[in-house]
């Protein structure tokens, strides 16, 4: 039989007892007569609690020690998960993020895998053994810890997949798969039987944390079966694999929301080549993400260029505008981080038109004024108050009729 990569979440390990629980589930699928991967996150809420702890005794702390004391979240979790397989009398190692061969870039806090030396794990399993790789680590080629962004142990597990050939790379969580919209803002919602990686992609970009888009990225770029599923019941959950998006019925698959945008504008800017270049270059060079953009039109020769960030990027971003407004004689910036942006992603609506108006319908029956649009073949972002944010995402769940009669199951 083949090889099993199995991830779970913080919250599917965040004690003794659930720690014990995923041991027997990751023992059974080695029973089975698969070779298995494990996967695992910090315990619980670990991860914040380490982020608390470092700006208790630093307003700034570098992020190359936020690496290094993050990254320790995940060996707590490793360590115990294999000592609960020994207990049961299986053979298991654990191994870090450097151990198993993950090679990343020098970007801390958001590194990207470049390369997994698959060397070890395969030792490890041809010996028989279960292996249990901490999630959400690697190292530069100088052996710096790094980690990989919030919710990174699921691009661990899929990259982990890709470089194996495994034949599904399962992410257990605390829902029963990828529902149509967040099942704790809507529980009677739609749980999606399989979704295309392109839409998967979309809706964890746009903030259906459910999985982290890298890991969507991996898996598609290596044709990896992803199967997202609770570890507190063996029910089916989603399957996230390629799909004939010609085939597709459903116009809207999803809706996706997100409170992490932050909306920058930089005011007057002279309407002359360079000026957007300049502005997104310097962003770029400091791993800032943008996302939305919009030019206005010119008036008096210059107009205004607003887009979105994400939120631990604000100070940085704000202080580097700053100083590109003045360089380039622009009148100034402005920074809002009271904002939403709320999603619809269906990959049917490249042939049905007219979607993004059944959208803006429906927020405008809700009275939802929109600040900034996007659109791309396969989804309409809209950018709104923070405060209207829930009741978007209920009005389009409706609209879209993506609710179901069942509530879904979601764990404490
Ligand atoms: P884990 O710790 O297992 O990685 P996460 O908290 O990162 O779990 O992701 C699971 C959570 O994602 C769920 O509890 C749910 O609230 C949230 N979520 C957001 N959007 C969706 C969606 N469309 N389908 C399922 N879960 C979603
Ligand atoms: N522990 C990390 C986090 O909380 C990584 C993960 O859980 O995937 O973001
Ligand atoms: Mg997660």
Redesign the pocket.
């Known amino acids: 039989m083949g090889i099993i990569v199995q991830?779970?979440?913080?919250?599917?390990v965040a004690d003794a007892e659930r720690i014990k629980r995923v041991a027997k589930r990751v023992v059974e699928t080695k029973k089975l007569g698969h070779k298995v991967v494990a996967v695992v996150?910090a315990m619980g809420d670990n991860t914040d609690h380490l982020i608390s702890l470092a700006r208790q005794v630093s307003d700034a702390p570098s992020e190359r020690e936020m690496d290094m004391l993050l990254a320790t979240g995940e060996q707590v979790s490793i360590a115990l998960l294999a000592m609960a397989i020994q207990s049961m009398g299986e053979a298991v190692i654990s191994l870090t993020g450097p151990q198993a061969g993950i090679k990343t870039n020098n970007t801390h806090s958001k590194a990207k895998i470049l390369d997994i030396s698959s060397e070890r794990l395969h030792q490890e399993l041809d010996q028989g053994k279960i292996v249990i790789v901490a999630g959400f680590q690697g190292a530069t080629i100088n052996d710096e810890i790094t980690t990989l962004g919030r919710?990174g142990?699921?691009t661990t597990a899929a990259a982990i997949a890709a470089a194996l050939k495994a034949d599904v790379c399962e992410?257990?969580?605390?829902?029963d798969?990828?529902?149509?919209?967040?099942?704790?803002?809507v529980p009677n919602?739609k749980k999606?039987d399989t979704v295309s990686f392109d839409e998967m992609l979309e809706?964890a970009s746009l903030?259906?944390?459910?999985?982290?888009p890298r890991a969507v990225e991996f898996a598609k770029l290596y044709n990896v079966k992803l199967h997202?599923r609770s570890?507190f019941n063996y029910n089916q959950g989603?399957i996230v694999q390629e799909v004939n998006h010609m085939e597709k019925e459903i116009v809207v698959s999803?809706v996706?929301h997100d409170f992490n945008a932050v909306k920058m504008a930089v005011f007057g800017v002279p309407d002359k080549p360079g000026m957007a270049c300049k502005i997104f270059k310097t962003l770029a060079e400091h791993a800032i993400n943008v996302d939305m953009i919009v030019q206005s039109a010119k008036v008096n020769g210059v107009n205004d260029i607003a887009f979105t960030i994400e939120k631990q990027d604000m100070e940085k971003a704000k202080t580097l505008l700053e100083k590109i407004s003045r360089e380039i004689n622009a009148r100034g910036i402005s920074c809002t981080d009271n904002i939403a942006k709320v999603s619809i992603v269906g990959a049917g609506m490249i042939t049905n038109p007219g979607v993004a108006a059944d959208m803006f319908e429906a927020l405008a029956e809700a009275n939802i004024n929109l600040e900034m649009i996007s659109t791309s073949e396969i989804k309409v972002s809209v950018i709104i108050e923070a405060n209207d944010c829930i009741k978007a995402v209920k009005k389009l769940v409706e609209k879209f009729n993506l609710q179901d009669s069942d509530v879904?199951t979601?764990?404490g």
Not at 171 to 175: A, M
């Open positions: 991830k779970f979440g913080g919250s599917s996150s919710g142990s699921d992410i257990f969580t605390d829902v798969g990828v529902y149509a919209t967040d099942p704790r803002v919602i999606l809706l903030g259906a944390k459910v999985l982290q997202v570890s989603t999803g996706a879904a979601v764990a």
